[in-house]
C-alpha cells in the first residue's frame, strides 16, 4: 500500500462502518403459511373461491399464523403440508369493492395478472417449503393456490395488513 492509498483509506473505512451502523436492520415480519388438503380423492369444489360463506366443505386450503400483519417487510414462509399434490402460494390485493378476484373459469385459474399479483412461492412438492419476502403497504391481500380447481376448492386467505 503506498502513501497515497493508505492516506484514504482509514477514513473510507470509517465511512463504510459508518453507513453499515446507520443502516436500520429491517427486521421482518413472519407470518406461516400452510398449505394442505385432504388427500388425492378428496372432492374439489368450484365454489369455494374469496368470500364464498360456508367453508366447511373445503377439502384444500391456506392456513396462516396470523390474520393481521404491521405494515412493512413481510416474510412469507410457505409450506406444502400435502402428502401427494403440488400446490403454490400467490399474493394479490384483495379488489376493491368486494369484487371478486377475475377468473378464467375455462382454466379452472385465477387470472393472476388481472388480479395485480405481487409475488408467489411457485408450484412446491409435497412436503417441500418456500419463502418471499414482501414490502406490503396497509390494506387487504389475498393468499391463494393458482393450481387449476385449487383456488375454487377453498384453497386461499386473507392476510390484513395495518
Ligand atoms: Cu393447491
Redesign the pocket.
Same mark, same amino acid.
Given at each position: 500500500m503506498n502513501d497515497t492509498r493508505r492516506h484514504y483509506f482509514l477514513p473510507l473505512a470509517f465511512l463504510f462502518l459508518a453507513l453499515i451502523l446507520a443502516t436500520p436492520s429491517h427486521a421482518a415480519t413472519a407470518v406461516k403459511v400452510l398449505?394442505w388438503?385432504k388427500g388425492g380423492d378428496a372432492e374439489m369444489s368450484t365454489d369455494l373461491g374469496m368470500g364464498a360463506k360456508d367453508m366447511s366443505k373445503a377439502t384444500?386450503g391456506v392456513r396462516l399464523s396470523t390474520a393481521t400483519v404491521p405494515a412493512g417487510d413481510v416474510t412469507f414462509e410457505v409450506t406444502n403440508d400435502s402428502k401427494e399434490?403440488v =400446490?403454490?402460494m400467490i399474493i394479490a390485493p384483495v379488489p376493491a369493492g368486494g369484487k371478486p378476484l377475475p377468473y378464467i373459469a375455462a382454466d379452472n385459474l385465477v387470472d393472476e395478472d388481472g388480479a395485480n399479483h405481487l409475488g408467489e412461492v411457485s408450484e412446491l412438492d409435497p412436503g417441500k417449503s418456500g419463502a418471499l419476502r414482501l414490502n406490503l403497504k396497509p390494506g387487504k391481500y389475498v393468499l391463494f393456490?393458482n393450481?387449476p380447481g =385449487?383456488y375454487m376448492t377453498g384453497?386461499w386467505a386473507v392476510l390484513t395488513v395495518k
Open positions: 398449505l388438503d384444500m399434490t =400446490h403454490e393456490c393450481i =385449487h384453497m
